[in-house]
């Protein structure tokens, strides 16, 4: 009966390890699903010093928050992606961006909104 007992906590237990790895990992694979494709690490941290190497100074006002879903103000220039970058990647295509609190933004033109957040 004791083993019965230590067998079935050890499948719970397991169950339970199973489950929240898989919420983490949707968690994870919903973070890019804004973008309609997932960038890998690599990916990010390419882009990321790609633009920012190119960006000359941050453009965003001082209060502003990058974020998910956050609308860029219609008096912040968008610059577009570096063409090497797009040709890489031809999902950035639709996107371009600005620095913000050393941050690259990538922005939806057509909605100004954000779509992604990418750090170093």
């Given at each position: 009966?004791?083993?019965?007992?230590?067998?079935?906590?050890?499948?719970?237990?397991?169950?339970?390890l199973?489950l929240?790895?898989?919420?983490?990992?949707?968690v994870?694979i919903?973070?890019?699903?804004?973008?309609?494709?997932?960038?890998?690490?690599?990916?990010?941290?390419?882009?990321?010093?790609?633009?920012?190497?190119?960006a000359?100074?941050e453009?965003?006002p001082?209060g502003?928050?990058?974020?998910i879903?956050?609308?860029?103000?219609?008096?912040?220039?968008?610059?577009?992606?570096?063409?090497?970058?797009?040709?890489?990647l031809?999902?950035?295509?639709?996107?371009?961006?600005?620095?913000?609190q050393?941050?690259?933004?990538?922005?939806?033109?057509?909605?100004?909104?954000?779509?992604?957040?990418?750090?170093?």
């Amino acid at each position: 009966m004791k083993s019965l007992f230590v067998t079935g906590a050890s499948a719970l237990a397991l169950a339970a390890l199973a489950l929240a790895g898989a919420v983490f990992l949707g968690v994870i694979i919903a973070e890019h699903i804004h973008l309609g494709f997932a960038l890998s690490a690599d990916e990010e941290l390419n882009i990321y010093q790609q633009v920012r190497k190119r960006a000359s100074k941050e453009t965003v006002p001082a209060g502003f928050r990058p974020e998910i879903g956050a609308k860029i103000p219609g008096s912040i220039a968008l610059d577009s992606l570096p063409g090497d970058l797009t040709n890489h990647l031809p999902g950035l295509r639709k996107y371009d961006y600005v620095m913000a609190q050393n941050r690259v933004v990538l922005v939806d033109p057509a909605t100004r909104k954000v779509v992604d957040v990418l750090t170093e």
